[in-house]
């Protein structure tokens, strides 16, 4: 069952009233009698199907309460992921945490055919660009990562759910066994192994860890956090973890900013020792924002496989799965390979001038008709600025680079491979 064919059945179509029977009863249950008035899905979740319904409460103003429902795509998900979920919202609002509020979760069965959570709906923006926008016009977010230090210290003072795994796991063996079973060969990623296997931190004392702390998971209004979301990578672990991985290039948006891409170090760490967190070493945090650059670009290398599975998501994986070499600029950067620079420049070079050759105006046969550049410029603002929509541009520009410059920079790559002694990147891996 594809992930819109199971949330059909779950949900609704949208044509007619909104809503399957059984997702009427779950908010009859919960929020009383009345109506369904809208159903918007939320495209953004990367693993789970997330929508925002309108409920119209009877005898009421005709003013909808919107509440939140968040499932698991298939029937066949681990029936325990949304009360472990449920389970760790509430004890977040019990220590202070920003959180919606947990309404009803189950397991799937009678009451809804898969495992969800429903929640109260919260206010604020979460995409990324947005709030870097924000923050740097106002001039910087120093006081914003203090607090978002505060909250993880809150988050690393929670009780552990009974539902989640007591004995935790080890970050830096896990992820490394998950690379090697992708069967990848890169001397970026080999190095950064290395490395975090020769500096590893002293061990600290575990805690919850959220798992997945950075801004794409925080609903923020007014430079203030008003939701903490998204935890179903929470395990037990090292509490730096949630730290790093705030920190690592990939969640800070090619900004100057460390943390988060709007503030400091210093700032995000004096907000963690405030709230009664530990004392933590930089070169302790850079060991861990290194491994969260790792962690995502194994993360990015395992949505590209998925993209060859049947369902609705393959674009959207694939482009992601493209994203494993901005992780190994990211983390050669990260571990003092500033000579990658001049490599980066020439590869701009070479896509600027393929790209220029391609969209001159003597590339049409008649110089009557529309260049290549013309029909490009054309195709590529089609496109609408739905997020379906905002892929197939993103897909388009990719192929288009690829196939005009693709070639160029595997035969400079080659050359400088053959030059150092080696057959294949391989080779040097």
Same mark, same amino acid.
Request: a negative charge; proline letters at 7%.
């Given at each position: 069952m594809t992930e819109a064919a199971a949330r059909e059945d779950a949900v609704g179509e949208s044509g007619g009233a909104p809503g399957t029977p059984q997702l009427r009863r779950l908010l009859t249950g919960v929020?009383?009698?009345?109506?369904?008035?809208?159903?918007?899905?939320?495209?953004?979740g990367a693993s789970k199907q997330i929508d925002l319904i309108d409920y119209l409460p009877a005898g009421g103003d005709g003013t909808p309460s919107t509440v939140v429902l968040r499932a698991e795509p298939t029937v066949g998900s681990d029936p325990d992921g949304m009360l472990r979920e449920a389970a760790l919202l509430t004890g977040a609002a019990e220590r202070g945490v920003p959180v919606p509020r947990v309404l009803a979760a189950g397991r799937g069965g =009678?009451?809804?055919?898969?495992?969800?959570? %429903?929640?109260?709906?919260? *206010?604020?923006?979460?995409?990324?660009?947005?709030?870097l926008r924000r923050f740097a016009q106002e001039g910087g977010g120093e006081d914003f990562v203090r607090e978002l230090g505060g909250y993880l210290a809150r988050i690393h003072a929670m009780e552990v759910p009974d539902l989640i795994d007591p004995a935790g796991?080890?970050?830096?063996? =896990?992820?490394?066994?998950?690379?090697?079973? %992708?069967?990848?060969?890169? *001397?970026a990623?080999?190095?950064a192994f290395r490395w975090l296997e020769e500096n590893r931190p002293s061990e600290i004392n575990r805690t919850l860890v959220h798992g997945d702390f950075r801004l794409g998971n925080l609903m923020v209004d007014s430079d203030r956090v008003t939701g903490v979301l998204?935890?179903?990578?929470?395990?037990?672990? =090292?509490?730096?973890?949630?730290?790093g991985w705030l920190g690592a290039p990939p969640w800070r948006f090619r900004s100057l900013h460390p943390v988060a891409g709007v503030g400091s170090r210093e700032a995000l760490l004096q907000g963690y020792r405030d709230a009664g967190g530990l004392e933590i070493a930089p070169e302790d945090l850079h060991w861990w924002e290194v491994l969260g650059t790792v962690k995502w670009g194994i993360m990015c290398l395992g949505r590209g496989r998925e993209a060859a599975d049947p369902g609705d998501r393959g674009l959207e994986f694939a482009l992601i799965g493209r994203r494993f070499a901005e992780c190994e600029y990211d983390v050669l950067r990260q571990l003092g390979w500033d000579s990658i620079e001049a490599g980066y420049a020439t590869a701009r070079r070479t896509v600027a001038d393929a790209e220029a050759l391609a969209?001159?105006?003597?590339?049409?046969?008649?110089?009557?008709?529309?260049s290549a550049g013309e029909i490009e410029q054309s195709l590529t603002t089609s496109f609408g600025t739905d997020y379906g929509s905002r892929l197939q541009g993103a897909a388009l520009q990719m192929v288009l680079r690829e196939a005009r410059a693709g070639a160029r920079l595997r035969a400079h790559d080659q050359e400088a491979l053959t030059?150092?002694?080696?057959?294949?990147?391989?080779?040097?891996?």
């Open positions: 929020l009383g009698e009345g109506e369904i008035s809208a159903i918007r899905p939320v495209t953004a =009678d009451d809804y055919p898969v495992p969800y959570v %429903l929640t109260t709906f919260v *206010a604020g923006e979460s995409l990324a660009p947005r709030l796991t080890d970050e830096h063996a =896990d992820w490394h066994e998950r690379y090697r079973a %992708l069967g990848v060969d890169s *001397a990623f080999e190095w998204d935890w179903e990578l929470s395990h037990v672990g =090292d509490p730096r973890e949630d730290l969209t001159a105006p003597a590339a049409a046969t008649d110089a009557t008709l529309p030059r150092a002694g080696y057959v294949s990147e391989g080779d040097l891996a």
